[in-house]
């Protein structure tokens, strides 16, 4: 394999144990901000892009040397309706998804520290009995922070006390849960969820809110609330995005340049839940393509990105 990873994040007893979360910037305007987040003996400063394990397949698949040196690694489980489905309701699908995150991929990814974010439908939300599935999924000693999917709850009370429970489930694991909130959610239910979260950071948990993606120029409210708490010591990471804009009028810049302006952290780009008819006919395709048919982009560090090829 021509990659290289760099870095000395290793298994066993140095494993996360809290995250240290500081506001360099907490001043700024108009702008994003500079968060240190620190892991035990490891830091990086923000902003920056986490490495997806399609990244690392990628790069264990190129033909040239390259490293990759992004301080945070993150394995998406992504579901879309029929597979999201299938998971709460089957047996076969867990098991399968299990076996995937011990899988090559995450022992490649170890070198870093490690994030698990869960991808659902955005208009879905799990029962709190089907919470319990995606902590056994992510109950994996080589995953540093996992994640709290969207639940469903009866008031803020009750949303404060699940999102501590599981906390703590994870802390006893020596791990750190990141709660999500899909940035489409609807704008009452996602101040108060967001005001919740940063609540429970003052009693030690909630370090890391994830917040999965939806179109800025059609959620900019819900950024606003985010940017409006910029001086929080709280490391906000954007899941999902697309690699490069869609629609029409378009802002010509990448989506994830784009958050960084509103306060988030770090970003990650879309990992999605392809079926095995997509995969065949995708497989099937690339026989024809010819070579001026393809077009590739690299980036490097600068940009937010991923891949650079050694000197």
């Not at 809290?18 to 830091?43: A, E, Q």
């Not at 979260?197 to 059609?218: D, E, Q, W």
Request: proline content about 5%; some cysteine; hydrophobic content about 35%.
């Amino acid at each position: 394999m021509n990659c290289s990873l760099v870095g000395s994040f290793t298994g066993g007893e140095d494993r996360l144990v809290s995250i240290k979360v500081k506001v360099l910037n907490k001043d700024n305007r108009f702008g994003g901000r500079i968060v240190d987040i620190s892991f035990g003996s490891s830091s990086f400063k923000t902003p920056h892009r986490t490495a997806t394990h399609k990244d690392y397949h990628v790069a264990s698949s190129l033909p040239h040397n390259v490293t990759i040196g992004n301080p945070v690694s993150e394995y998406v489980s992504s579901f879309n309706n029929t597979s999201f489905g299938a998971f709460i309701s089957g047996n076969g699908s867990f098991a399968r998804r299990k076996d995937k995150i011990k899988a090559q991929s995450i022992d490649m990814m170890r070198y870093s520290p490690i994030m698990s974010t869960i991808q659902i439908p955005s208009q879905k939300r799990v029962t709190q009995n089907q919470l319990m599935l995606f902590n056994a999924l992510q109950n994996n000693q080589q995953l540093d922070i996992i994640s709290i999917p969207q639940f469903e709850y009866k008031d803020i009370k009750e949303y404060e006390e699940v999102v501590t429970q599981f906390s703590e489930a994870a802390r006893s694991r020596r791990q750190e849960a990141m709660p999500i909130i899909p940035l489409s959610t609807e704008l009452n239910k996602f101040k108060s969820e967001f005001a919740a979260l940063r609540k429970l950071n003052n009693t030690g948990i909630c370090n890391v809110i994830g917040f999965a993606y939806a179109n800025p120029s059609k959620q900019v409210q819900q950024l606003l609330e985010i940017y409006s708490h910029r001086e929080e010591d709280i490391w906000y990471h954007a899941f999902g995005v697309p690699r490069t804009p869609r629609g029409k009028n378009i802002i010509p810049v990448a989506h994830i340049h784009e958050l960084q302006n509103w306060g988030l952290d770090t970003f990650s780009p879309e990992v999605r839940d392809i079926g095995r008819k997509a995969i065949i006919y995708l497989m099937m395709k690339s026989k024809t393509t010819t070579p001026d048919e393809v077009k590739c982009q690299r980036f490097d560090s600068p940009a937010l990105g991923i891949l650079k090829e050694l000197e």
